[in-house]
């Protein structure tokens, strides 16, 4: 399986994070202790039912952005500070890579640096 490159990976994370509610739960999460935060207590915070921030989580989680841990029957959501630390450089390297011609004539699929868009 081909490993996503630069472009796909930033925006995996941009439609996970695309949905206001998904963008507070990341503020949520990330500014609790791990272990600490249920569906139920975010659910509870943001004023939404468990199943519509179920979903969501699973969005978030599907991306990568938020880790699942079960402790007895309890399932606690904590940020993956791995990939937010690899969303955040993807940006600032999109960002800088926007200003650099590209030398395969955006044929993504098929350059050697899709990886790293160079």
């Known amino acids: ?13 941009n439609k996970a994070i695309s949905e206001p ?12 202790p791990k272990h600490t935060m249920t569906v139920s207590d975010i659910a509870a915070i943001l004023g939404i039912s468990q199943p519509a921030a179920t979903n969501h989580l699973k969005i978030l989680h599907a991306a990568d952005l938020v880790e699942r841990t079960r402790i007895g029957t309890s399932v606690f959501y904590s940020l993956n500070n791995d990939a937010v630390a690899d969303y955040k450089q993807l940006m600032e390297h999109a960002f800088i890579k926007a200003y650099t011609p590209c030398p395969n004539n955006f044929q993504c699929n098929e350059c050697e640096y899709a990886e790293t868009c160079y």
């Open 1 to 13: 399986m081909r490993k996503k490159g630069l472009v796909e990976r930033v925006c995996t994370y």
């Open 21 to 32: 509610q998904r963008m507070k739960m990341i503020k949520i999460i990330g500014s609790k």
